[in-house]
């Protein structure tokens, strides 16, 4: 039976209701539901506009009161004869619908994630805090939680209550600093942001989810509910193998991509569903064994082609749903291709919906800009001094590797992380505590974050982007190294480049630029990195940077090529290195694929295939890759002739590949190099063939070696070296 009306029961203290109306109070769950006042238990609910509410039974809908309107400012109270689950029924002029009240429902965040996150050890925040689709006592909805500590109030605000703040202001979870609400019948696809009052009562700009884990389409930034069903993962074939296939003995050729600008539709679109269909095939065909992505978490700015990135739990919506990633994953598992991702810890952008400043406070970046602002991409810098920092950074790279199956992690901008005067000049940076220039909190959460996948997730990898000589970045964490898998060779990348540009009569002056390299190349484990940098920002493309006549610019980059391929060190190339794109890379339109009509063109993309399949059938050129005992120089100064002579070894030896190239456009005939065994000696490669656009000399297939000691060797091969350059040729026997 419903308890009749109550006068006392909308009597609301003032300074409670003006809280309320101002959205100010500090303790809604004090206030609003399920309460007791003098005259027994009462409801209270906030209704703005709604026609008249009611509060039903739960068990069988019957009345237990009717919600009086306090005034006109859409608070509600109803008087009850005893409390029991209940539901509001609304009338919206003529729409009515039945709810339960977002405020009958107690704590939500369990007892060891509260004490997870107040520790700042919760390494699966993407699962507890966010919007989480789910049903708490029977009843579907969505329960949002927020780490906002030095925040007055936050409210999750949508189309579900008309974004008003005021609506569903969110329980604090003092003992953590996180904000809580569960918001019944509700669903996926629900479009949401936070609503903070920070540090003195500021009300800040509304906030995109830094759990979020889905967005709408930038410009728009909004989160979104994401859809809680399993992706249903097909590729155990490949998890079970892959921590073999991503090993310092294993043939990895990775093909760096930018997922908006490979290849469109005639309409422009670009989604995973083309990326599926078209990129899978064509990397499968090339013979490359991994994608990597440029960032794919949501980013607001597109021009930053992902490096500034304000969703690190979402996959950008610009290519489809969570789902459409994980199928994109899927199916390149299913072909045998890894999924690498570029994963940016290092720095956030300004956006004022985004992290900066995000209860009020300078909470995700440091409060000092000589530690908190990156003034080369006018970012914010995360504080890797606060443990909730390291352990949202940590769980966001736990999501992409555990929930998208993810194959590895190229971890942006590490030596930016690693020095505190990292592009500061005296006076603009602060030294560490003991008065040096290491970053000793970058440095921990580095070797945190690398412990944590090799424990979590066996077979994953993660790769620097380091640019320094820092000691030991693939080393061991328990030896004292940061514990990546493996490290780019910025080195190998700077020097290569830059001999490749002088033009061949110079190169003589320029010799130690190639040979230097193997100095240093085992002192890590190394990928060869020509990567998306190296062809933008007036660098020209990989084939405008080649010097001579058109001729010579082909043959020129068919040895760069070769030379890499054949080199030490895992191999990476940004997508229209392989068909000799004569532009940079534009990040809004897709490569230029007419250039495959021309015959020297395809010449290149047929060279990188017979590279990738070349290096991943002979076991001397990526077994012993981090390995010094697999490489040995036979001509390392032959300066006036720009040519150089090496060996590969394979781990017993039977197989050695010879490599000779000659950097000028000056064919050596007869020309004599000794060889460690006797026998006949295939050639496995020419760069020059006339099957790449080269002018075909060679050595019909191979040469038997000759009784004649050189260069420490008692057999020799006469061989043909063409001009600009590359052979291989492997011992038969």
Partial sequence: MARGKNPSATKVDQGALQAVLEGRHGDPFAFFGPQEDESGPIIRAFLPGCSGASVIARSDHRLLGTLEPVGDTGLMVASLEAHEAYLLRIDWHGHVIETEDPYSFGPLLGEMDVYLIREGTHLDIGRCLGAQATVIDGISGVRFAVWAPNAERVSVVGDFNSWDGRRHMMRKRLEAGVFEIFVPRIWAGERYRYEIRGAGGILLPQKSDPVGRQFEMPPSTCSVVTDPTPFGWSDESWMQARADRQASHAAMSIYEIHAGSWRRRWDSSVDWRLLIDDLIPYVQGLGFTHIELMPIMEHPFGGSWGYQPLGLFAPTARYG????????????????????????????????????????????????????????????????????????????????????????????????????????????????????????????????????????????????????????????????????????????????????????????????????????????????????????????????????????????????????????????????????????????????????????????????????????????????????????????????????????????????????????????????????????????????????????????????????????????????????????????G
């Fill in 321 to 732: 749903s969570p789902h459409d990633f994980a199928a994109f994953v899927n199916a390149c598992h299913n072909a045998g291709i890894g999924v690498l991702l570029d994963w940016v810890p290092a720095h956030f952008p300004t956006d004022e919906h985004g992290l900066a400043h995000f209860d009020g406070t300078a909470l995700y970046e440091h409060a000092d800009p000589k530690e908190g602002f990156h003034q080369d991409w006018n970012t914010l810098i995360f504080n890797m001094g606060r443990n909730e920092v390291v352990a949202y950074l940590i769980a966001s790279a736990l999501e992409w590797l555990e929930h998208f199956h993810i194959d590895g992690l190229r971890v942006d901008a590490v030596a930016s992380m690693l020095y505190r005067d990292y592009s500061r000049e005296e006076g603009q940076w602060v030294p560490n505590r003991y008065g040096g220039r290491e970053n000793l909190e970058a440095v921990a959460f580095l070797k945190r974050l690398n412990t944590v996948i090799a424990e979590r997730v066996p077979g994953a990898i993660t790769i620097a982007e380091e640019s320094t000589s820092w000691p030991q970045v693939s080393g061991r964490v328990s030896e004292g190294g940061l514990g990546f898998n493996y490290k780019w060779n910025m080195g190998w990348m700077n020097d290569t480049l830059s001999y490749m540009g002088e033009d061949p009569v110079y190169r003589r002056w320029h010799h130690d630029k190639i040979s230097f390299g193997l100095v240093y190349a085992f002192s890590e484990r190394f990928v060869l990195p020509l990567s998306h940098d190296e062809v933008v920002h007036g660098k020209r493309s990989l084939i405008g940077r080649m010097p001579g006549d058109h001729w010579q610019k082909f043959a020129n980059l068919r040895a760069l090529f070769g030379l890499m391929w054949m080199h030490p060190g895992k191999k990476l190339l940004f997508m229209g290195g392989e068909i000799a794109q004569e532009h940079e890379w534009r990040h809004d339109d897709p490569l230029d694929w007419w250039h495959l009509e021309h015959a020297d063109n395809r010449g290149v993309q047929h060279l990188v295939r017979d590279l990738n399949h070349l290096y991943a059938r002979e076991p001397a050129l990526h077994l012993r890759d981090a390995e010094s005992g697999g490489f040995q120089w036979i001509l390392v100064n032959e300066r006036e002739t720009s040519i150089y002579a090496f060996l590969r070894w394979d781990p017993q030896g039977y197989s050695p590949v010879l490599v000779i190239a000659n950097m000028t456009p000056v064919p050596r005939f007869d020309f004599a190099v000794g060889v460690p065994k006797a026998g006949y000696w295939k050639e496995v490669l020419n760069t020059d063939s006339e099957v790449y656009g080269g002018s075909n000399h060679g050595n019909f297939g191979g040469a038997a070696t000759e009784p004649h000691g050189m260069q420490g060797f008692e057999q020799m091969l006469k061989l043909t070296i063409p001009p600009l350059g590359v052979l291989a040729l492997r011992f038969e």
